[in-house]
């Protein structure tokens, strides 16, 4: 059975430090992995997906990368700013549906204060 | 404006009754999916459907129902048999295929007491 682990639960930071974010997973046999974003209250954005192929995709300020073979990737956030406050969830797809099923960890809540 | 839309965005019920919630989505996908957000719990999967008239249990299917009509529509009832139904439910929906990544509407939040 998939399970994704993130770390640090919580992180509080200064406004333009870069950041790192963690994601773990214990069965390595993925198809893909989403980094979202979720803002209290709110459903959850994409940021990112990267394909079992890939070893990282960059979107603006943000990297994320994969190492498949040691169940993990991290999420780079560069110059952080106060309007990057929010949860983010890593899910890894993998086997349990016809076409792969999502695996969720349970989300790092980040707070860049001024 | 392409999207997926839940609605209502609150709900309130009384113990023991039925509740349908709404995801409709303009994306043109053939896949969609209920999940349930709990603190601490990180997302669960309650069913799925990859195409119309077809949909799959997830992981905690029990007290839940849907139905699969349309491709635009994927609505979710809580039954009275839901022994813990008030949550953060999330409707999302995907290209089918194992590449695609799944993009999720805004939520619905439902209270039972």
């Known amino acids: 059975k998939q399970e994704v682990t993130q770390i640090p639960a919580a992180l509080s930071v200064p406004e333009g430090e870069n950041l790192v974010l963690n994601c773990s997973f214990t069965?390595?046999?993925?198809?893909?992995l989403q980094w979202f974003r979720q803002d209290p209250g709110k459903g959850l954005t994409s940021l990112l997906l990267i394909q079992s192929s890939q070893r990282e995709q960059t979107s603006g300020r943000l990297n994320a990368s994969l190492d498949k073979s040691s169940g993990r990737s991290t999420l780079y956030i560069a110059a952080s700013q106060p309007g990057d406050s929010a949860t983010y969830l890593c899910?890894?797809?993998?086997?349990?549906?016809?076409?792969?099923?999502?695996?969720f960890g349970q989300g790092t809540i980040l707070t860049v204060h001024p | 404006d392409g999207g997926i839309t839940q609605s209502p965005k609150y709900l309130f019920r009384k113990e023991g009754q039925n509740v349908t919630l709404s995801c409709e989505q303009n994306?043109?996908?053939?896949?969609m999916y209920w999940y349930r957000q709990d603190p601490g719990q990180g997302l669960r999967l309650i069913y799925y459907?990859?195409?119309?008239?077809?949909?799959q249990k997830g992981d905690i299917a029990e007290g839940y129902s849907v139905s699969r009509e349309k491709k635009e529509s994927f609505p979710l009832t809580v039954t009275s048999a839901q022994k813990n139904p008030t949550a953060f439910y999330l409707c999302a929906s995907s290209a089918t295929g194992y590449r695609y990544e799944q993009y999720f509407g805004p939520g619905t939040r439902l209270t039972v007491t």
């Open positions: 459907s990859q195409i119309v008239n077809d949909f």
């Open positions: 069965d390595s046999a993925i198809y893909n």
């Open positions: 994306l043109n996908h053939d896949a």
């Open positions: 899910a890894v797809k993998s086997g349990g549906t016809s076409y792969g099923k999502l695996t």
